[in-house]
């Protein structure tokens, strides 16, 4: 099988005229997965939303693409389409919106080949649920209404899950879980990685990287990487310190 | 996150929306019934008319001096100016009883093809058929058609066309009638006292339960014509029952209007639910007035969807005047395009231990306006009783309203109550989310609006909430995508 490919080239992205993201560039295939590691503030979220179009930030510069399709000419719900997926680091919530009712338009509308089976698909969320240690009822509760900041992103895991997209980016998903519930969203992880995703995991912290190995890591400083390597790299943050490297041209506040 | 984005779905009120709120409608409802009436009175209102009128329907002395006593209240009352602009109402050029049939049928197969044909196409056979234990439906001035499943009717349960009744059973009418609606209620109130017409009539001995619902279909017809049907509910003590309304009328235009009166009585320990579905086209002027009286530890339940007309004005009102008696008001109305809606609730908390709840929603789009109107009295001696009243508006875009005008009047000490109001627009970050996920901008809109209509829509019968889907789902595409 030809492995999908996910091409982040030379990416220049600007708010309100100010430059974010720096020439970025990342290349991911399916089965990958890759870290993009660095301290707050330093555009690891952007990146996120400028893949997905939720941000409609300026993009001065740069090429994405998944395969040969264009993403950059796409609107946010073709981009789905196409196989993007992005767990939120702020999932929102809407109020009377079932959960599976929700869950059911975007499968449908992502797969419309397929024939849904309702109670099949009602089943397999259900067992999801219980999977990631989530009250079976949430199937009829408000989309994140009233759920826990630590809930919401296990609900953000089951649908990279039940959802198969071609590619992932997990925009701090780590944050605000216990250790119980990152050891079963990295578990998840790696069924996505199983199923073929290719996988970008967003994170301040080495924490979760001990549970999934990257087999890329990216240090991203001040909107732009500032360095890449192995796995292997993600630990040697972790003794040094993002203060490494700072310097130069850096003026983000790095903690 | 939405940094450089503009919210620039709001659209100016085009005659291409008008067109498609017209299309909406022609879907199902907008077409004529091709009868010529049996029987119609000369347009306006006076003595002779009513005179005219009460003749043909054969009906006793009282009832016709009823309708004139509530003539002359009509006369003397000035058209309401503190809600949506009536102007347009000319009492003059209005048609006030228009019998379209000779007789009244018990049975699909004996209404005449012309109007079997039109309630077929509005579905009402097709749901008697899958999840009613009763129907009466209605064209114009009269009930058409009404019949009630043998099992209910063995029970001693009543329930047909309100001119029947008053044929039939003068005496329980003629103990209810007015009574809680009385003429000098308001202007449209004595109006209708004095040529009311059809209507559906119901009546649940002592103790009988009803497990199905039953029904009544409303449909107008022309322009220029007034429905006027009466309504009364009368459950016994310990009885229950759902009924519920429909109403529909094809485009036209210019206006009619729409005045009812609903009486309803809940005895001791009876439970009723009243659930009202309104899809009048937009030239009707709809300005019904239902009440309930409710006894010791009975419980009234109003449920109202607002999809249609031009102008509303209704405000369901429970008074309840026995111990522990409580009373629940689900209320959602749409006002997209051209329209007013002014809906809300009446609440009198008249005996300690009641309890009361309000729940309405309203979404204002293409230059549309909605209202809560609401009044809610407890009253010095209610000791204990509770009420809350929660009004939500969603406004779709820039040139619609909402307004909120609540009336509170808390007499006792002990009494609790609360009210909470929101007003707000669509979030962004809702439909960017939604669209991450492969859902299309207009798709995402109408899920978010359903969202917040749920905790009504989801106590609308589903047949009745399936169309309401299907409305908000085409009203959202009218908006369009930002791209």
């Known amino acids: ?255 | 996150m939405n940094i450089t984005k503009e919210v620039n779905w709001t659209q100016k009120l085009s005659e291409n929306d008008v067109e498609e709120v017209k299309r909406l409608n022609e879907i199902k409802y907008d077409f004529t019934t091709n009868v010529k009436p049996a029987f119609q009175t000369q347009k306006g209102l006076s003595r002779e008319v009513i005179e005219d009128m009460s003749r043909d329907k054969k009906e006793p002395e009282w009832m016709k001096n009823i309708r004139l006593k509530a003539l002359e209240i009509f006369l003397s009352k000035p058209v309401p100016t503190w809600g949506p602009d009536l102007s347009e109402l000319n009492f003059d050029e209005l048609t006030y009883y228009i019998r379209p049939e000779d007789r009244k049928a018990n049975n699909w197969e004996e209404v005449p093809k012309e109007i079997k044909d039109t309630f077929d196409k509005l579905g009402v056979p097709e749901m008697e058929k899958k999840y009613l234990a009763g129907s009466v439906a209605q064209l114009q001035s009269e009930g058409v058609y009404s019949r009630l499943k043998k099992q209910w009717e063995d029970k001693g349960v009543i329930f047909m066309d309100m001119d029947s009744a008053l044929k039939l059973h003068p005496d329980i009418v003629r103990e209810h009638f007015g009574r809680v609606v009385p003429p000098s209620d308001n202007k449209f109130a004595a109006l209708n006292t004095a040529v009311w017409s059809g209507g559906s009539f119901l009546y649940i001995p002592r103790g009988v339960q009803l497990d199905l619902p039953v029904q009544a279909y409303f449909r107008m017809n022309g322009a220029l014509e007034g429905q006027f049907e009466r309504t009364l509910i009368i459950a016994e003590p310990g009885a229950s029952v759902h009924y519920i309304e429909g109403c529909t009328a094809p485009t036209y235009s210019q206006y009619s209007l729409h005045a009812a009166i609903v009486e309803v009585y809940v005895k001791n320990s009876a439970k009723v639910r009243y659930t009202s579905v309104q899809n009048w086209s937009d030239n009707i002027i709809n300005g019904p007035t239902k009440r309930s009286w409710v006894e010791e530890n009975g419980r009234m339940e109003w449920v109202q969807g607002s999809l249609g007309s031009k102008i509303t004005m209704t405000y369901p009102s429970s008074i309840l005047r026995g111990e522990y008696a409580s009373t629940s008001n689900l209320n959602v109305a749409l006002g997209i395009g051209p329209v007013w809606k002014d809906n809300g609730a009446k609440v009198v908390h008249a005996a300690p231990n009641t309890s009361s709840k309000v729940v309405a929603k309203s979404i204002s789009g293409k230059g549309g306006m909605s209202v809560y109107r609401g009044q809610l009295r407890i009253n010095q001696g209610a000791y204990n009783s509770k009420a809350s009243v929660q009004c939500d508006a969603l406004i779709l875009d820039d040139i619609s309203k909402s307004n909120t005008y609540p009336h509170n009047e808390i007499l006792e000490e002990s009494a609790s109550f609360s009210h909470e109001a929101s007003v707000g627009k669509i979030s962004e970050e809702q439909v960017d989310y939604l669209m991450s996920r492969g859902i299309r901008e207009e798709d995402a809109r109408s899920l978010i609006v359903l969202g917040f209509l749920d905790d009504v829509l989801k106590e609308i019968p589903l047949e009745y909430s399936i169309e309401f889907n299907k409305l908000v789902k085409l009203e959202m595409n009218k908006y369009g995508a930002v791209g």
Do not use: C, W
Request: aromatic residues 8%; without cysteine; hydrophobic residues 40%.
């Open chain 1, 1 to 255: 099988m030809v492995p999908n490919v996910l091409s982040i080239k030379n990416l220049n992205v600007s708010v309100n005229d100010k430059v974010i993201l720096k020439d970025v560039s990342i290349t991911v295939k399916s089965g990958e997965i890759h870290a993009l590691m660095g301290p707050n503030g330093t555009g690891k979220s952007t990146l996120a939303h400028t893949i997905i179009g939720t941000a409609r930030y300026k993009i001065n510069n740069g090429q994405l693409y998944l395969n040969d399709q264009n993403l950059l000419d796409l609107q946010v719900y073709e981009r789905a389409r196409a196989g993007l997926f992005v767990a939120f680091q702020e999932p929102v919530s809407v109020q009377g919106l079932r959960f599976i009712n929700y869950l059911r338009t975007a499968y449908t509308s992502l797969h419309p080949d397929e024939k849904l089976e309702y109670k099949k698909f009602v089943e397999e969320v259900k067992e999801l649920l219980a999977f990631f240690g989530l009250d079976s009822t949430f199937t009829d509760r408000g989309l994140n209404d009233g759920l826990s900041g630590g809930e919401k992103k296990r609900m953000e895991a089951l649908q990279m899950l039940i959802l198969r997209p071609k590619f992932i980016i997990l925009d701090e998903i780590d944050s605000g879980l216990d250790i119980d519930a990152l050891r079963v969203v990295s578990k998840a992880i790696g069924k996505a990685k199983e199923n073929g995703a290719g996988i970008i995991i967003i994170t301040h912290y080495q924490r979760i990287l001990d549970y999934i190995k990257p087999d890329f890591v990216h240090v991203l400083i001040n909107g732009r990487i500032a360095e890449s390597g192995s796995g292997d790299l993600a630990k040697t943050i972790e003794e040094r310190g993002y203060e490494y490297y700072k310097g130069g041209e850096l003026d983000a506040k790095v903690e």
